[in-house]
Nanobody
């Protein structure tokens, strides 16, 4: 499977963006999907994940209540709706897939397929 992330851009603090991650190749609902981000000078960190069925979602404490992850398996796409954006949300956002699912959706090493990243810049 290949992943293509899109939807990044420049937004003012308090604004919203929706990121998309389209999968191609061997797709389907057999993957846990995750979003991670890397800010300048920092390590890549977990943002959100969604289970294979879509019935469970997981969020980093820093985004809980502001970000919502969803999936549309008919379109082979996952989304990250980001509201109430803050300057500290500025980062390159990556989507990732864990084939067969994972019991550790917050752990980067459980994902072995990664998209190219999309830049989100939040101005103050």
């Amino acid at each position: 499977v290949q992943l293509q992330a899109s939807g990044g851009g420049l937004v003012q603090a308090g604004g919203s963006l929706r990121l998309s991650c389209a999968a191609s190749g061997r797709t389907g609902s057999s993957y846990t999907m995750g979003w991670f981000r890397q800010a300048p000078g920092k390590e890549r960190e977990f943002v959100a994940a969604i289970s294979r069925s879509g019935g469970a979602t997981y969020y980093a404490d820093s985004v809980k209540g502001r970000f919502t992850m969803s999936r549309d398996d008919a379109k082979n796409t996952v989304y990250l709706q980001m509201n109430s954006l803050k300057p500290e949300d500025t980062a390159v956002y990556y989507c990732a897939a864990a084939p067969g699912g994972t019991s550790y959706p917050r752990v980067q090493s459980k994902y072995n397929v990664w998209g190219q990243g999309t830049l989100v810049t939040v101005s103050s």
